[in-house]
């Protein structure tokens, strides 16, 4: 922003526990440049549909802290549903590549009954 164009600051007051919840978004913001675009997608389509879901936060904002406050929570939320699906799209994918023996043996079996029911129709 230049210097000479006329500038006013703008602030909202906001729970302490934003803090690290708004660290946390900066860092996964600024780490959408260094990832692929799907990641910064992720996170505009989550705003965009918080938005949608609660149009009320911002469209009955009392005033311009409360609009701020508003628009930073949306985000906030955006950012943190982005990351908590990752972080659960990871592990249920490890879940998935880690068969137990039980569920192998189940398996077999299965594809073992639904050949000698195949034979039988024969």
């Not at 780490?31 to 938005?51: C, F, K, N, P, Q």
């Not at 149009?55 to 990351?83: I, W």
């Amino acid at each position: 922003m230049s210097t000479l164009t006329p500038t006013k600051t703008y602030s909202f007051k906001a729970p302490r526990e934003w803090d690290e919840r708004i660290d946390r978004a900066r860092k996964a913001l600024s780490a959408v440049s260094e990832l692929d675009s799907t990641e910064g997608a992720r996170i505009l389509h989550e705003l965009e549909l918080s938005i949608l879901r609660k149009p009320h936060r911002l469209t009955r904002a009392a005033n311009q802290s409360d609009l701020m406050r508003a628009l930073v929570e949306l985000l906030l939320t955006a950012t943190e549903k982005v990351e908590r699906d990752r972080v659960l799209g990871d592990a249920y994918a490890a879940a998935a590549r880690e068969r137990s023996d039980d569920e192998a043996a189940f398996t077999r079996a299965a594809t073992r009954a639904a050949a000698r029911r195949s034979q039988r129709d024969l």
